[in-house]
């Protein structure tokens, strides 16, 4: 059950950053949450867990940094791609940065996925693994059903209005 409080953890933190990159370059949806629910951004927690994943298999900062960015951008392709060809929404849109492969990842935002890595792996991560040993095991089953059931209702809703409004439901 560790990985899926790391996945929830991760995506929750991924959420507090889009909130706070939003703010910060004054971008009108403030609002970046990728479920009906729970504030959370699923691509972080999947990203964060494939780089957790490979940070093992590598012997240096050097390797974490590389490998964690590939995986960071693995993970924003296929997530983007999810978004886009199986609900018909999207999160995000690199289209007018150089470099973007179909608006969906691109340079710039790799290399901050790349040095995002280093800091999850040696800096943020230490303290999340000793926060989820703490987490008592009966919570894991009902966190996986929330967690399910909000995704499956999101990605129903997505699909069926075409847009990610629908997540703005408080609004």
Known sequence: MRWLWY???YSFIGFL?????ARAIRHPKRDRKCLLLLPLCPVYG?????????APAVDSPLWVALAGGLAA???ELAMGAF??????????????????????????FSACWTALSLALVYAVHPA???????????LGPPALIVLGSDALVSCIALRRTGTTDILRWYA
């Open 83 to 108: 978004y886009r060809f199986a609900l018909g929404v999207e999160f995000w849109d690199y289209t007018g940065i150089p470099g973007s492969l179909g608006g969906l990842v691109c340079p710039a």
């Open 17 to 21: 950053l889009e909130v706070a990159f």
């Open 7 to 9: 996945f929830i953890i």
């Open 128 to 138: 999340v693994a000793a926060l989820t040993a703490a987490i008592p095991a009966w």
């Open 73 to 75: 951008t693995g993970a």
């Open 46 to 54: 999947l990203g964060a867990c494939l780089i957790l994943l490979l």
